[in-house]
């Protein structure tokens, strides 16, 4: 329902990227900007313009790159690698996701506590499904359906929703 709704929704995983890259890949580099920069590259926050950046495994980000990443996040505005021309607004919604704890991380001087309390203005602790056995089948019926969403609705028979009750979720999955 948000204005965002039909805008780019962008995917990052932060402990994915290599570190030399780190900066690229969030706001992007221009033509030389180092070497194998053969032509300019939008970041994912250019990518994300008017729409939402998903930020996974937030707390894989490295503590150096953490202030620019802030700045961002405050001003609005990118500089891209190398860039000459200034910095270059952008409109993005950010949603950050981390399975660690990140006000420990906080604690233990690998999180700065500045942009943790920018990124945690609304927090959601989604707790695993093996702990919500009730939302299995509403779950499975949302799923079925938007994969067969030009036929009848889904059908289950009960032994299946007792099976998944029954079933051990290590990380969300079934272990059968």
Known sequence: SSPRAR??????????????????ELFGHERGAFTGATERRAGVFELADKGTLFLDEISELPLAQQPRLLRVLETRR??????????????????????????AEVEAG????????????????????????????????HFLAAEEADVRPPQFAPAVFLALRSTHWPGNRPQL
């Open 7 to 24: 805008q780019p929704f962008v995917v990052v995983n932060c402990g994915a990227i290599p570190r030399e890259l780190i900066e690229s």
């Open 110 to 141: 690998r999180f700065r506590l500045d942009l943790f309390h920018r990124l945690s203005m609304l927090s959601l602790v989604v707790p695993p499904l093996r702990d919500r056995p009730d939302d299995l089948e509403p779950l499975a019926r």
């Open 78 to 103: 990118v500089r891209p690698v190398g860039s000459s021309d200034g910095e270059r607004e952008v409109d993005v919604r950010v949603v950050a996701a981390t399975h660690r704890d990140l006000a």
